[in-house]
C-alpha cells in the first residue's frame, strides 16, 4: 500500500500567492518524521522543512509552512508569496520510527508547481 | 561546509556491462542513502548506511550492491546493466538515522543512461 499520497499531480499559481500542495501519509507507528522536498530542473533534491509527529506545532522555515493535520494524516506544504524560482517539483517523505530509527525513508510521487509571472 | 558531492555525474554505459558510482557525503554525516529516480516510478529507496554497515535495503535485483568506508564515503555498483537501469541515481546523506534533525542531504545525482 502506498504510504505517501500526493493528489496533485500538477499546479499553477500566481506569483505573489500563496499555494497549497497537498500530502497524506499512512502509518501506524505513533513515532514518525515528515520531510518537504524541493526538486528543480536541475535535478538536486533541496530539504525545505521537517515536522515530527510528537512536535506540537506547525514547522515553519521561512515562506514555507507545514499544516500538520495528525488526526487526518496530513502534512500539506504551504508556500507564501509565490516566487517564480519556487517552479519545481516538490515531494512529501516520511520515516517512521523513533529516535535511533533505521526504518527507510518513502518518497510520494511528487506535486510539479508552475508559477506563472 | 562542502555539500554532498557525486561521482561522474553523467554516464553511459551499454547493456551487461557494470558500473560504479560514488558519493561523498556532508563532512560529519554518517548515513549515506542512494535512490534511483526515474519518470515512470518516481523515487525508490535503493539501500541505507550507517557505520559501514548497510541499515535497509530497498526491493532491488541483488545486481544492485553498495558499501560504505570508514570517512562515510560510499560507493554503489550495478552489475549486468540492463536497458531499464537507466535512470538519475541520487545519494543522499544526513547526520544519523533518526528522525530528530536528520533530514537528508542530497547530492547532484549521476545520470546514467544504459544503451
Known amino acids: 500500500a502506498q504510504k505517501i499520497t500526493q493528489t496533485q499531480p500538477g499546479m499553477f499559481v500566481q506569483e505573489k500567492e500563496a499555494v497549497t500542495l497537498d500530502c497524506t501519509y499512512d502509518t501506524s507507528d505513533p513515532s514518525y518524521g515528515l520531510f518537504w522536498y524541493k526538486q528543480p530542473s536541475s535535478g538536486e533534491m533541496i530539504f525545505l522543512i521537517y515536522?515530527?509527529?510528537?512536535?506540537?506545532q506547525n514547522a515553519t522555515e521561512g515562506r514555507y509552512s507545514l499544516n500538520f493535520q495528525k488526526a487526518r494524516k496530513s502534512a500539506n506544504l504551504v508556500i507564501s508569496a509565490s516566487q517564480l524560482g519556487d517552479s519545481a517539483m516538490y515531494f512529501c517523505a516520511m520515516r517512521e520510527g523513533g529516535e535511533t530509527s533505521y526504518d527507510k525513508v518513502i518518497f510520494g510521487p511528487g506535486t510539479s508547481l508552475s508559477v506563472i509571472p | 561546509k562542502a555539500g554532498v558531492t557525486q561521482t561522474p555525474r553523467y554516464l553511459i554505459k551499454t547493456r551487461g556491462q557494470q558500473v560504479t558510482l560514488s558519493c561523498s557525503p556532508i563532512?560529519?554525516?554518517?548515513?549515506v542513502s542512494w535512490y534511483q529516480q526515474t519518470p515512470g516510478q518516481g523515487l525508490q529507496f535503493l539501500f541505507e548506511?550507517?557505520?559501514?554497515?548497510?541499515?535497509n535495503k530497498g526491493n532491488f535485483p541483488g545486481r544492485f550492491s553498495g558499501r560504505q568506508f570508514s570517512n562515510s564515503r560510499s560507493e554503489m555498483n550495478v552489475s549486468t546493466l540492463e536497458l531499464g537501469d537507466s535512470a538519475l541515481y541520487l545519494c543522499?546523506?544526513?547526520?544519523?538515522?533518526?528522525?530528530?534533525?536528520?533530514?537528508?542531504?542530497f547530492g547532484p545525482g549521476t545520470r546514467l543512461t544504459v544503451t
Open positions: 543522499a546523506s544526513s547526520l544519523g538515522m533518526g528522525l530528530y534533525g536528520y533530514e537528508q542531504y
Open positions: 563532512s560529519g554525516h554518517r548515513s
Open positions: 515536522q515530527g509527529s510528537y512536535d506540537q
Open positions: 548506511y550507517f557505520s559501514e554497515t548497510q541499515r
